[in-house]
């Protein structure tokens, strides 16, 4: 099967296309640090066999994170925590890369601000954001950049940005949350300078040979918001500055989508065909032979796969047995494929 050759990305040799994607736990304490949960929840997936597996969404600030059970990454105090998941993680032949984030408006925990380009609530129930000044757009460039450097601290593999799920630089790259009238507005190039501002900083100190990959959403599900074509629009204006695009869509406003087994695929298949780019799909993408399909259609390089990982941890192992493939099963559980 196409899905378990290896994949090379930068300095990274994968040793198959099975992504876990970054999927918040809300299991750490006020915080951000790492605790036991974390390190088993990860080391399970490597010894399952994936191949990349993303930490979830991780806060670059404090009132940056999605809530206040989120990791963090915003202080020195939290790379211990973090190395040790990816030494153990490293032990089991998988590699591990860490999501940076800004919640920006979605930011839901006890600080009483939220911050975001514009004066625009997400919804009714939410907290109505301070829009961002020059000086703290600046401000979170820079703790991007010292997310970026702890990251290598800790010794990831590689990172991954993430401006999807209508957090802080989806909210700048979508009309519908952007109604600023300087150069961080109007325009999608002058909406595309936050996320690339970002890049510029985080490539100054992240390792030329490690990996940077985007989350984007590309589409908003909503008149006025970001179609395929301005994502496409978004991706060329940037992809010098990224190696891989993990294709999503949805989130910066409540929107009705049909969702269904695959139904982020296109996307994912339009940007690496028109942007010429290596893309992630995801997405109600449920077993092995839907991964292979899109896989061996070139419509993605490589498959992240979300619930189904929480399910059933030995996905790819119980998928190698079944198919009697040749690959390295953790000599502890040998006797249960062999």
């Known amino acids: 099967m196409n899905i378990f050759s290896n994949y090379d990305l930068k300095n990274l040799t994968l040793k198959n296309k099975i992504v ?85 408006r979605k930011y839901a925990g006890n600080f009483s601000e939220t911050v975001a380009p514009s004066k625009i609530a997400f919804d009714k129930d939410s907290i109505l954001p301070r829009a961002l000044t020059k000086n703290d757009i600046k401000e979170i460039i820079t703790k991007f950049r010292e997310a970026a450097q702890r990251a290598d601290k800790a010794g990831f593999d590689a990172i991954e940005i993430h401006g999807a799920h209508g957090y802080l630089i989806h909210q700048f790259l979508s009309p519908l949350s952007n109604l600023r009238a300087d150069e961080y507005g109007g325009s999608v190039k002058n909406r595309t300078k936050f996320l690339k501002e970002i890049l510029l900083a985080i490539k100054e100190v992240w390792p030329e040979n490690k990996a940077i990959s985007l989350r984007v959403s590309s589409d908003d599900y909503t008149e006025g918001g970001i179609t395929l074509d301005d994502m496409l629009e978004v991706i060329n204006e940037v992809k010098d500055y990224i190696d891989i695009v993990h294709v999503s869509t949805g989130g910066l406003v409540p929107a009705k989508i049909a969702v269904y087994p695959g139904y982020q695929v296109n996307y994912s298949n339009a940007i690496r065909s028109k942007c010429n780019i290596p893309t992630i799909a995801v997405g109600l993408i449920t077993n092995l032979n839907m991964g292979e399909e899109i896989i061996s259609n070139g419509r993605a390089d490589l498959v992240a796969i979300g619930r189904e990982l929480l399910r059933n941890p030995y996905l790819a192992l119980n998928k190698a047995s079944e198919e009697h493939l040749d690959i390295d099963y953790p000599k502890q559980y040998l006797r249960a494929f062999k």
């Open 20 to 104: 876990m994607p970054p999927m918040c736990m809300y299991s750490a304490e006020a915080d951000g640090k790492a605790n036991d949960f974390h390190y088993t929840h990860y080391m399970t997936r490597a010894i399952g066999g994936v191949g990349l597996i993303i930490v979830e969404a991780t806060g670059i600030t404090e009132n940056g994170r999605i809530s206040d059970n989120d990791l963090g990454i915003w202080d020195d105090s939290h790379i211990d925590g973090l190395k040790t998941i990816v030494e153990g993680v490293k032990k089991y032949g998988s590699k591990i890369a860490i999501q940076l984030n800004h919640a920006g």
